[in-house]
């Protein structure tokens, strides 16, 4: 059972918690963070979902992603889908979300990261990803007109990889 803190609309916690799955009562929201790592060429590091993942499955997606649970603040949220997902351990504490994205039931906090990542020293996590890769916009939009990307808007795709190298994206080292 999955935890959530539960916030108000203006994004302060309000001292309660849900279980993933239920029914969000009127004015309850949830955080949800998304990570997108770019390398030194300009590439994302995408995600492909196992064939048996609920939701998407089989689907490519970016880097990494998914709900905070209770405790967790955006960056400890991002920190852990990084290294759950694809191993991958970061220190993210004293950096903030680059966009959030208001959607109906919470608050999505986007993080765009530069490191050059090697994917072949990458553990992927059984449950969640069958593979990864380093792919240019051009292939995600590819990906995304063919079915085999999560079918996000192509001007957001477009506006991450735009926005990257602008107004505080974060280079690891």
Known sequence: ????????????????????????????????????IFNSEGNMLIQQRQPFKEGW??????????????????????????????????????????????????????????????ISKLSLQYDEVQNVKWASKEEIFLMIERGEFIPYYPSLIQLLFDIRKQYGCHQTK
């Open 1 to 36: 059972m999955e935890l959530w803190d539960v916030y108000d609309i203006n994004r302060i916690k309000a001292n309660k918690t849900m279980v993933r799955g239920e029914s969000f009562e009127i004015g309850n929201y949830h955080l949800v963070i998304h990570v997108c």
């Open 57 to 118: 499955p089989n689907m490519w997606d970016i880097t990494a992603g998914g709900s905070a649970t209770k405790g967790d603040t955006s960056q400890s949220a991002a920190e852990r889908e990084l290294f759950e997902e694809i191993g991958l351990r970061l220190d993210l504490k004293d950096i903030r979300p680059h966009i959030t994205i208001n959607f109906s039931n919470g608050f999505d906090d986007v993080y765009l990261l530069e490191k050059d990542v090697d």
